[in-house]
């Protein structure tokens, strides 16, 4: 008999080194399920438009999802280097080898949770790759992923392969517990020992047949589970669509040709981006080279249209942005050469609230196409957002808006 603490496997005990994978593969699994779980119910009552988010939810529900996600990781590289290990050792026969259909139900367990263990952490990352918002991993190597971009569909994609690879995964949990338990109370045989620390290698196993069937169920499931999470996804982005409120036709002396409208805010340490879908902007300018009115400006912006990453939901709540009650915001301005370059006075109405606002840019024109770029720091809580998230450390007070467009000069009617 080997001894008790030999690190590889052999034909009929598993490796020191095997059973410490597998014990810390389950540690991490029965971590992360439940954190995900409670997180993600308690995003749910935070998220809610209806609701009025606390400081204290929105900690609680970053931190939980910060754990969840550093424990999905560290469980991606365990699955990695266990595969690894698993691939250089030798295969220990089942006990019930002889029994054909029990030994294909069981082998189809384990590959279900081989791919489990890595596909379950890989899309999760991928969503938090691809995601604006909040709950970092808490590791220092950065947030991203190579090739990943920051996308809303990216996101959307990703999350729920992410949740039918988790129902996979917790079938195929279910299904090994329950064969351990059967092999302890009905067969009472030496299969649950054998993973155990201290434990001997236990009786010589049948000699192992490994076929080629439960691999390509396996693998059958998980294109199957995959294709409909991904077909889930993607009906899900054409169901939504944009969420956009009319906004009035302008006449403009300058034809805005592309442009980018965005947000940013820090919220509990991390920035949050969105961007509005759909906005307007009359412009009125002349071209002058000392100090003095330049022209006007109006810019109509569709709040239901604006994302923001993992909160989007949220952000359009009563109190937030209340997007049912004030579904628009206007700045009209005034602009203005300055002594270093242009800026816009003027003020923004948004959720019903008129503050004055100033908004520096810089321009380039070549010929009659115009260059714009600006941004300004407003203080949320002066239009009345997230009142209930005072704590600036939860949800940041300055919230940056930027501005970057391109537009051209309209046809001027011939005389």
Known sequence: MPPINHLSNTAKSYGAVTKTFHWLTALLILTALPLGWIASTLAHQVSDPASTASDGAVARAALLFSLHKTVGVAMFFTALARILWTVSQERPGL?????????????????LLYGALVLVPLSGWVHHAATTGFAPILWPFGQ????????????????TLHYFAMLVLSAALLAHVAGAL??????????LQRMLPGFGAG????????????????????????GLGGWSGLAALRDRGPQTAALEQVASDWQVQAGALEITVQQMGSAVTGQFADWTAAISFDERDTPGPAGSVEVQMSIPSLTLGSVTAQAMGPDFFDAERF??????????????GYEARGPLNLKGIETEIVLPFTLEIEGETARMSGALTLDRLAFAIGEGM????????????????TAKRAARPSS
């Open 182 to 191: 059967k092999h302890v109370l009905i067969d009472r045989d030496y299969t």
């Open 144 to 159: 991203s992923l190579p090739f990943v971009p920051k996308s809303g569909a990216v996101a959307e994609v990703a999350g």
């Open 95 to 111: 006990l019930n080898g002889d029994n054909r259909l029990e030994a294909t139900a069981a082998e189809l367990v384990h590959w």
């Open 203 to 226: 009786p010589q196993p049948p000699v192992a047949r490994h076929a080629a069937l439960p691999p390509v169920l396996a693998g059958l499931i998980w294109i199957a589970a995959l």
């Open 390 to 405: 005072a704590d600036d450390k939860s949800l940041g007070h300055a919230v940056v808006v930027s501005v970057d467009l």
């Open 327 to 340: 579904p628009r915001a206007v700045f009209r301005g005034e602009i203005l050469r300055t002594k270093d």
